[in-house]
Protein backbone atom coordinates (compact mmCIF):
# COMPACT_ATOMS: atom_id res chain seq x y z
CA UNK A 1 0.00 0.00 0.00
CA UNK A 2 1.63 3.41 -1.04
CA UNK A 3 1.98 5.75 1.90
CA UNK A 4 -0.05 8.83 0.39
CA UNK A 5 -3.45 6.27 0.41
CA UNK A 6 -2.77 5.32 4.30
CA UNK A 7 -5.53 7.36 6.17
CA UNK A 8 -3.69 10.19 8.79
CA UNK A 9 -3.68 9.36 12.19
CA UNK A 10 -1.78 12.25 14.19
CA UNK A 11 1.69 13.90 14.21
CA UNK A 12 3.88 14.78 17.27
CA UNK A 13 6.79 17.13 17.48
CA UNK A 14 10.01 18.04 19.39
CA UNK A 15 12.29 20.95 19.50
CA UNK A 16 15.63 19.41 20.51
CA UNK A 17 19.10 21.50 21.26
CA UNK A 18 21.18 19.85 18.43
CA UNK A 19 21.81 20.56 15.25
CA UNK A 20 19.69 18.41 12.48
CA UNK A 21 22.54 15.84 12.01
CA UNK A 22 22.97 15.18 15.49
CA UNK A 23 19.16 14.64 15.83
CA UNK A 24 19.64 11.97 12.97
CA UNK A 25 21.73 10.25 14.13
CA UNK A 26 20.40 10.09 17.42
CA UNK A 27 16.81 9.34 16.21
CA UNK A 28 19.08 6.27 14.42
CA UNK A 29 20.06 5.06 17.55
CA UNK A 30 17.12 5.08 19.36
CA UNK A 31 14.89 3.92 16.87
CA UNK A 32 17.94 0.89 16.95
CA UNK A 33 17.34 0.42 20.42
CA UNK A 34 13.34 0.89 21.00
CA UNK A 35 13.19 -1.73 18.57
CA UNK A 36 15.00 -4.58 19.82
CA UNK A 37 14.29 -5.88 22.94
CA UNK A 38 12.90 -9.29 23.58
CA UNK A 39 9.23 -8.10 23.79
CA UNK A 40 9.64 -6.64 20.34
CA UNK A 41 10.48 -9.61 18.58
CA UNK A 42 7.56 -11.44 20.04
CA UNK A 43 4.91 -8.66 19.74
CA UNK A 44 6.00 -8.97 16.06
CA UNK A 45 5.83 -12.80 15.72
CA UNK A 46 2.47 -12.31 17.27
CA UNK A 47 0.73 -9.99 14.75
CA UNK A 48 2.68 -11.89 11.93
CA UNK A 49 4.86 -8.37 10.68
CA UNK A 50 6.04 -8.61 7.50
CA UNK A 51 9.49 -7.35 8.75
CA UNK A 52 10.78 -9.17 11.94
CA UNK A 53 14.25 -8.72 12.20
CA UNK A 54 17.16 -6.13 12.05
CA UNK A 55 19.01 -6.09 9.06
CA UNK A 56 20.36 -3.67 6.11
CA UNK A 57 23.23 -1.00 6.37
CA UNK A 58 23.16 0.90 9.20
CA UNK A 59 22.95 3.77 9.64
CA UNK A 60 19.70 3.22 8.80
CA UNK A 61 19.18 3.39 5.23
CA UNK A 62 16.78 3.04 2.27
CA UNK A 63 16.23 -1.48 2.59
CA UNK A 64 17.14 -1.10 6.12
CA UNK A 65 14.79 -3.23 8.40
CA UNK A 66 13.64 -3.05 12.29
CA UNK A 67 11.42 -5.46 13.69
CA UNK A 68 8.14 -4.00 12.29
CA UNK A 69 9.62 -2.04 9.84
CA UNK A 70 11.50 -0.93 6.57
CA UNK A 71 12.93 2.19 5.70
CA UNK A 72 11.63 3.06 2.39
CA UNK A 73 13.28 6.60 2.22
CA UNK A 74 16.12 7.91 4.26
CA UNK A 75 17.31 11.48 3.43
CA UNK A 76 20.03 12.12 6.39
CA UNK A 77 19.38 15.24 8.41
CA UNK A 78 15.94 16.09 6.76
CA UNK A 79 13.65 12.63 6.02
CA UNK A 80 13.49 9.22 7.52
CA UNK A 81 10.09 7.18 6.59
CA UNK A 82 9.86 3.92 7.46
CA UNK A 83 6.17 1.28 6.43
CA UNK A 84 5.05 -1.79 7.80
CA UNK A 85 2.22 -4.33 7.47
CA UNK A 86 0.90 -7.42 9.62
CA UNK A 87 -2.35 -9.05 10.01
CA UNK A 88 -4.45 -5.82 11.39
CA UNK A 89 -2.66 -3.00 9.76
CA UNK A 90 -0.70 -1.43 7.19
CA UNK A 91 1.26 1.73 8.85
CA UNK A 92 3.68 4.09 8.04
CA UNK A 93 5.89 6.99 10.44
CA UNK A 94 7.54 9.55 8.84
CA UNK A 95 10.05 11.58 10.67
CA UNK A 96 11.24 15.02 9.24
CA UNK A 97 13.28 16.94 10.75
CA UNK A 98 13.37 21.11 10.37
CA UNK A 99 16.38 23.77 11.50
CA UNK A 100 14.63 26.13 14.18
CA UNK A 101 17.08 28.09 14.99
CA UNK A 102 21.00 27.66 15.34
CA UNK A 103 21.74 24.65 17.63
CA UNK A 104 18.42 23.78 17.67
CA UNK A 105 15.78 21.90 15.16
CA UNK A 106 12.65 20.24 15.03
CA UNK A 107 11.48 16.77 14.88
CA UNK A 108 8.32 15.84 13.83
CA UNK A 109 6.52 12.07 13.56
CA UNK A 110 3.78 12.14 11.66
CA UNK A 111 1.73 8.49 11.60
CA UNK A 112 -0.28 7.21 9.01
CA UNK A 113 -2.59 3.60 9.02
CA UNK A 114 -5.28 1.26 7.48
CA UNK A 115 -6.92 -1.12 9.94
CA UNK A 116 -8.67 -3.07 7.53
CA UNK A 117 -11.59 -5.83 8.71
CA UNK A 118 -13.32 -6.06 11.71
CA UNK A 119 -10.21 -7.54 13.59
CA UNK A 120 -8.39 -4.32 12.11
CA UNK A 121 -11.04 -2.18 13.83
CA UNK A 122 -10.47 -3.77 17.16
CA UNK A 123 -6.87 -3.51 16.61
CA UNK A 124 -7.27 0.17 16.29
CA UNK A 125 -9.07 0.51 19.09
CA UNK A 126 -6.95 -0.84 21.47
CA UNK A 127 -3.87 0.61 19.69
CA UNK A 128 -5.38 3.95 19.06
CA UNK A 129 -8.57 4.60 20.76
CA UNK A 130 -6.77 3.66 24.36
CA UNK A 131 -4.33 6.74 23.97
CA UNK A 132 -1.28 3.86 23.95
CA UNK A 133 -0.11 5.41 20.73
CA UNK A 134 0.40 8.76 21.61
CA UNK A 135 2.26 7.57 24.81
CA UNK A 136 4.27 5.34 22.71
CA UNK A 137 4.94 8.46 20.65
CA UNK A 138 5.51 11.02 22.86
CA UNK A 139 8.32 8.92 24.83
CA UNK A 140 9.84 8.07 21.68
CA UNK A 141 10.35 11.55 20.52
CA UNK A 142 11.45 12.54 24.73
CA UNK A 143 13.88 9.21 24.31
CA UNK A 144 15.07 11.07 20.73
CA UNK A 145 15.65 14.20 22.84
CA UNK A 146 17.09 12.54 25.47
CA UNK A 147 19.58 10.93 23.34
CA UNK A 148 20.58 13.85 21.80
CA UNK A 149 20.75 16.70 23.49
Do not use: N
Amino acid sequence: MQIASLPYIDEHATVIAAEADEVWRGLAETLDGSFSGPGVAGYVKLVGCADRAVSGPRPLAEGSTLPGWRVVAAVPGRELVLQGRHRFSSYALIFRLEHVSPGRSRLRAESRAAFPGLAGGLYRRLVIGTGGHVVGMRRLLSAVRRRTE
